[in-house]
């Protein structure tokens, strides 16, 4: 079973939206898990965070008012809602569990690529064009 599962990326418009969905394990269910991205040529960014418990989230100033995270424990899912979106959003999305917040359900992680997120999906492309 892998770890984590990303999909739903693809070509939108400016302005459009996508959902993308995060299929967990056993294992990373039991983690806060955070969507992360990365454009050609830069170092790979936190977008957005979520505790195990889904009652505390973290989101980068980018994309705050437009982007929203969401988990559905029961069905081991995490989903990014993404609106109103930009050429700049064109990038791949990754999904990663911060192996560290076992037993810390409430608690999200600060929304930055570090070690402590140990698990990683393969990604997904995400293009936002005319």
């Known amino acids: 079973q892998p770890p984590l599962v990303e999909s739903g990326g693809g070509l939108v418009q400016p302005g459009g939206s996508l959902r993308l969905s995060c299929k967990l394990s056993?294992?990373?269910?039991?983690?806060?898990i955070g969507w992360f991205r990365q454009a050609p040529g830069k170092a790979r960014e936190g977008v957005s965070c979520?505790?195990?418990?889904?009652?505390?989230?973290k989101s980068g100033e980018s994309v705050k008012d437009r982007f929203t995270i969401s988990r559905d424990n029961a069905k081991k899912m995490v989903y990014l809602q993404m609106n109103s979106l930009k050429p700049e959003d064109t990038a791949v999305y990754y999904c990663?569990?911060?192996?560290?917040?076992?037993?810390?359900?409430?608690?999200?992680?600060?929304?930055?690529?570090?070690?402590?997120?140990?698990?990683w999906g393969q990604g997904t492309q995400v293009t936002v064009s005319w």
């Open positions: 056993d294992f990373t269910s039991d983690f806060a």
């Open positions: 979520i505790s195990q418990d889904g009652g505390s989230i």
């Open positions: 990663a569990a911060d192996r560290t917040t076992s037993g810390w359900s409430h608690f999200a992680p600060l929304c930055k690529p570090t070690a402590d997120f140990g698990s």
